[in-house]
């Protein structure tokens, strides 16, 4: 069991890559890779982790006191704030392709130039 | 390629990806071991050389503040990109009738009575959680992130009409310029005073105090600015997004 937060990593990441390659709807895709995303936050602060540390928050703590690895999470935390614009740039995307084509199914998308030959 | 084939493909692939990774993964160190040389350093030498007691504030925005600047740009890019998708070509032509969209959207009395109430808290809350970065948990993208949902709280309680009256695009993208010019700001004075770009230029004061660990919470600070302004940013353009198609679709 000492290996079960590197599993979960990883199973998060072929969860989320399958719901890629099987999405039929672009937004669902969107979410699929934030649930890719979230695996490296688990993998990040499983490896940081180390029994009985404190958190890295020196406050009320002796400065010397033994603490899990504060680089992984600083790396984490950084990463949940920027994830969330860029999947909201991958949204922005979803919402132009579905004003553009009418749908939002990868597979029923069609090269730009030749739609603007068939009227709508 | 058909839905089929392009599954069957990943399933085979995956198999064989899976394998290598659970191999690799088995060789990691066992869970709980944590014995990274940055931990070890940052644990015995980051109170005394930032004097911020916050680790992960310390980490970012005084260790690798540099590597930080280049996410908050990563942040900045996509709330641009955003805008470039979602804002409409036609600037001249606001939907003067604002009464057509239908308020079938009327929130619950519940909901408004919460978020009125709350709002002022949480934007407090966020600017805490923001210049508190070198003390306590927090910093810049939590409490950007915080205030941004305080902002949102505002179109929940009281709808698209009084969120465009308090938040005008213009004070955001005053929030967002400011923060992303503050922290390159504070780089550059570094600078001007003959010292590497974000190196600490400050005093670093007495540890645990409010004024002190130097730029950390001044960096903190502009990536608030910046995280919230993005966020408001997001939100401006969603909402007038939903706004206008919902105009569009009615007959």
Not at chain 1, 31 to 41: A, G
Not at chain 1, 47 to 55: F, L
Not at chain 2, 187 to 210: D, R, S
């Amino acid at each position: 069991m000492t290996h079960l937060a590197y599993g979960v990593a990883a199973w998060l990441l072929f969860v989320g890559l399958y719901g890629i390659v099987s999405s039929r709807n672009l937004i669902h895709m969107v979410i699929c890779l934030t649930v890719v995303q979230r695996s490296t936050y688990v993998l990040l602060i499983a490896v940081g982790y180390r029994s009985g540390a404190h958190a890295p928050v020196l406050a009320d703590l002796p400065h010397d006191a033994f603490v899990v690895d504060p680089v992984v999470q600083a790396l984490a935390l950084t990463d949940i704030v920027v994830g969330a614009t860029t999947t909201a740039l991958l949204l922005a995307m979803a919402v132009r392709v579905h004003k553009l084509q009418g749908t939002l199914d990868p597979s029923k998308l069609r090269p730009l130039h030749n739609r603007k030959r068939k009227p709508r | 390629m058909t839905h089929r084939i392009r599954v069957i493909a990943f399933l085979a692939a995956a198999a064989v990806a899976a394998v290598l990774l659970l191999r690799g993964l088995g060789g990691m160190p066992e869970f709980g071991a944590g014995h990274s040389p940055y931990r070890q350093y940052l644990n015995e030498h980051a109170v005394a050389e930032t004097h911020a007691t916050d680790l992960p504030s310390a980490v970012n925005f005084s260790y690798r503040a540099l590597d930080t600047l280049g996410e908050e740009y990563i942040l900045f890019a996509s709330v641009a990109g955003v805008a470039v998708l979602l804002r409409e070509p036609h600037r001249g032509k606001k939907p003067a009738k604002k009464a057509r969209v239908p308020d079938d959207c009327c929130p619950e009395e519940a909901v408004v009575a919460v978020s009125r109430a709350v709002v002022t808290v949480v934007i407090v809350f966020g600017f805490y959680v923001t210049i508190h970065a070198h003390l306590t948990p927090g910093g810049g993208f939590q409490g950007g992130a915080i205030l941004g949902t305080g902002i949102l709280l505002i179109y929940l309680a009281d709808g698209h009409e009084a969120f465009a009256q308090a938040i005008h695009p213009s004070l955001v993208h005053a929030l967002e310029a400011a923060g992303a010019a503050g922290y390159v700001s504070l780089g550059l004075a570094a600078m001007l005073g003959g010292k590497a770009f974000l190196e600490n230029i400050l005093p670093l004061g007495e540890t645990g105090q409010f004024f002190s660990a130097g730029i950390v919470p001044l960096i903190s600070l502009a990536v608030g600015l910046e995280v919230s302004g993005g966020f408001s940013s997001l939100f401006v353009d969603f909402i007038s997004e939903l706004h206008r198609s919902s105009e569009e679709s009615e007959p």
